[in-house]
């Protein structure tokens, strides 16, 4: 089996600062995700990757940057934190696209003060 | 675009008792796959349940799942709730226009002694 590493797992920062979140896969999967969940709104896409290098912006992208430099490894940038933020940001795999079974990550929660 | 419905944002039921979680969808596009995933407090969401094939049965971990693409849904029962059946559950899809793994709002349940 594998697992989805996401670090860190809490972030707290300020409004207007730039945040990177990590995520690592030892699956070996081809397609990487970063969704966003906020309670009653599911999860959102925000970017997906198919293969290293590779960006594709889902619908929840504006306000975000993204970076897959490695295949076992996938970043997500909150450009401008917005003040009194808070949602959990998960990474998640799967082997080729969503069709096959997404692998998550456990989340890092993310507050803005 | 795809969209997924969650009717119930949050299903109380006693233990012992049967469950019905709701999952109605709407696509232009074919369809590829359905899923319910399931999210136990402070883990990752993982997979419950996966269904490509109208009118046939899916089980697993005793939940159970048909897909009726005449009616667009794709409900999730058990019969008898357990008290660690306790979490959030999200109905997804993946259709041809997309690619992309759409998810409901999510369904917390709460099974009560």
């Known amino acids: 089996g594998g697992i989805i590493t996401q670090t860190p797992k809490f972030l707290i920062g300020q409004e207007g600062q730039k945040l990177t979140l990590k995520c690592q896969q030892n699956?070996?999967?081809?397609?990487m995700y970063w969704y966003r969940q906020d309670s009653g709104k599911g999860l959102r896409l925000i970017y997906y990757s198919i293969t290293e290098n590779d960006l594709q912006k889902g619908d929840l992208s504006e306000g975000y940057d993204a970076s897959r430099e490695k295949k076992s490894s996938f970043s997500l940038t909150v450009t401008s934190a917005q003040k009194n933020e808070m949602a959990v940001f998960l990474c998640a795999s799967s082997i080729h696209r969503a069709a096959e079974t997404l692998y998550f990550g456990s989340g890092t929660r993310l507050t803005v003060l | 675009g795809d969209s997924v419905t969650q009717t119930e944002g949050l299903v109380t039921v006693t233990e012992g008792l049967p469950v019905k979680l709701n999952c109605t969808y709407q696509?232009?596009?074919?369809?590829?796959?359905f899923f319910w995933y399931v999210q136990y407090l402070n883990e990752a969401p993982q997979v419950l349940l996966k269904?490509?094939?109208?009118?046939k049965r899916t089980e697993h971990q005793g939940f159970h799942a048909t897909l009726h693409k005449s009616s667009s849904s794709f409900h999730l029962q058990k019969s008898s709730a357990q008290l660690s059946d306790s979490a959030l559950y999200y109905c997804?899809?993946?259709?041809?226009?997309?690619?992309?793994?759409?998810f409901g709002s999510g369904t917390q349940l709460t099974v009560m002694p």
């Open positions: 269904s490509s094939t109208d009118n």
């Open positions: 997804a899809l993946t259709s041809s226009g997309s690619w992309q793994l759409i």
């Open positions: 696509t232009t596009y074919l369809t590829i796959a």
């Open positions: 699956f070996n999967h081809d397609t």
